[in-house]
């Protein structure tokens, strides 16, 4: 046990903080309640923020509130940054987990967690596996304590509570998850993999945040991940975080912004535009937003993808938007185009005179 560990629970305060944004997820509320309570353990504590729902999610929440666990909090629509921070604010855990209303968590994390810390009672963030959800289906998601492998979600993780003195979640912008968990695990000094899937994201449920799909949001991506590294940048300043450039490689600025704004804002959005004109139309708006185009890398994308991908970056770096619009959208449709008339003309060929 840690220093503040026990001082948290000489004080009689939880050691663990659960908190749940939640918004219209009346009819899963209570399967994540539910998750988070079957645990008989008396060192946590779930806050559930109602986040100005339009449905019943206030009063099925109340009907665990005579749980000695549990509290309801009643906002404004806000959104669910403004949401996890009204609970941050709230909680008195040494431990934070955030999990969303129509989720839930395996049966035995508390358990995890218990037994992690432990073992490795200096431990300040934990990293774990998690289910994406389809119907009956599950999927398994493997996650990693690196800057690099972890996802920008807070919900797959447990944060020591002082992680975010003087850091919130950005109310005001899309992509909030993003603004601030990179910069969380640049702040832990003793991350941990823990490997186990405890976390089940709800994904088919159309009105789900994590599926909720508006183009106009993307254009939040450069702000957010703009303002990660300068929080990153502030806290190296202050002495705050050791040297990042050990850590996370010494042009990891760039391969951040690379990754973050090009690769998932512009090539990985654009392939679920199925409207070319609109397709190109998004693309360009993305491109506005990269003034300082030697923010991508090239390089990065090739080891990712490949070198029709990296080739197609270069000429969207250079400028020559239309050139790499062809290669990275319209080489497949001309050869298909070219097939067709190929074959067309085999056909004709095999008519008898």
Not at 23 to 46: H, K, P
Not at 149 to 169: A, E, H, M, V
Not at 194 to 210: A, F, G, H, K, W
């Amino acid at each position: 046990m840690t220093r503040a560990d026990f001082q948290t629970e000489a004080l009689g305060a939880p050691r663990f903080s659960f908190i749940i944004p939640a918004y219209n997820v009346a009819a899963y509320i209570g399967r994540c309640l539910e998750s988070l309570l079957q645990d008989t353990g008396t060192d946590y504590e779930v806050i559930v923020v109602n986040d100005g729902s339009t449905d019943a999610t206030a009063s099925a929440a109340r009907e665990y509130a005579d749980h000695p666990c549990v509290s309801v909090i009643d906002q404004d629509n806000a959104g669910p940054g403004a949401a996890r921070n009204t609970g941050i604010d709230r909680a008195r855990g040494h431990y934070l987990m955030f999990v969303d209303g129509d989720d839930w968590i395996e049966p035995d994390t508390l358990d995890v967690f218990r037994q992690t810390l432990a073992e490795r009672p200096e431990c300040d963030l934990m990293v774990f596996g998690f289910y994406e959800v389809y119907g009956a289906d599950r999927y398994t998601h493997d996650c990693v304590a690196d800057f690099w492998k972890i996802t920008n979600s807070p919900c797959n993780k447990l944060f020591r509570s002082d992680l975010f003195d003087g850091l919130r979640f950005d109310p005001t912008i899309w992509y909030e998850d993003l603004a601030i968990v990179p910069c969380l695990f640049a702040r832990a000094r003793h991350p941990e993999t823990v490997p186990r899937y405890l976390y089940n994201y709800q994904r088919d449920r159309e009105t789900s945040i994590m599926n909720t799909v508006d183009y106009r949001r993307v254009f939040d991506l450069p702000l957010a991940a703009r303002r990660c590294v300068a929080r990153i940048r502030q806290d190296e300043a202050d002495g705050r975080i050791e040297p990042t450039a050990p850590r996370f490689g010494a042009d990891w600025e760039r391969r951040f912004l690379t990754i973050e704004i090009f690769i998932v804002g512009v090539l990985h959005r654009s392939i679920r535009i199925p409207d070319r004109r609109e397709r190109r139309t998004y693309i360009n708006r993305m491109m506005e937003l990269i003034p300082d185009r030697s923010e991508i890398s090239p390089s990065v994308v090739r080891e990712r993808y490949g070198r029709k991908m990296a080739l197609g970056s270069w000429f969207y770096r250079a400028g020559r938007s239309g050139i790499a619009h062809f290669i990275l959208h319209d080489t497949g449709a001309a050869k298909r185009h070219v097939l067709a008339l190929f074959r067309r003309g085999a056909d004709k060929a095999d008519v008898p005179d």
